[in-house]
Nanobody, 115 residues
Framework: QVQLVESGGGLVQPGGSLRLSCTASRSILSIGTMGWSRQAPGNERELVARISSGGTTTYADSVKGRFTISRDNTKNTVALQMNSLNAEDTAVYYC?????????WGQGTQVTVSS
């Protein structure tokens, strides 16, 4: 099993930045690819970014150039640096991964972009 705990959400003004962090309960080297997804009210959950164990990254078109995903294998953490935030980024952000054929999700952290 894997427990994922997110932190770092909050309220930010348009154009601002936030950094989300996800801590896993076991070595993320053993887990492999880690990702961040988000879900806005009335919308389906969507993949925002993911990073492989080797550091290969993938981003949704809507966040390319603004968001950066990174991982620290020594601390079992995955971070999402979010810059130039706008109202469309408002959502609950979830850390997620697949391990031993099962999907795991964190409890989510709210990000609200508003003036």
């Amino acid at each position: 099993q894997v427990q994922l705990v997110e932190s770092g959400g909050g309220l930010v003004q348009p154009g601002g930045s936030l950094r989300l962090s996800c801590t896993a309960s076991r070595s993320i080297l053993s887990i492999g690819t880690m990702g961040w997804s988000r879900q806005a009210p009335g919308n389906e959950r969507e993949l925002v970014a993911r990073i492989s164990s080797g550091g290969t990254t993938t981003y949704a078109d809507s966040v390319k150039g603004r968001f950066t995903i990174s991982r620290d294998n020594t601390k079992n953490t995955v971070a999402l640096q979010m810059n130039s935030l706008n109202a469309e980024d408002t959502a609950v952000y979830y850390c997620n991964t697949t391990y031993s054929g099962r999907n795991y999700w964190g409890q989510g952290t709210q990000v609200t972009v508003s003036s």
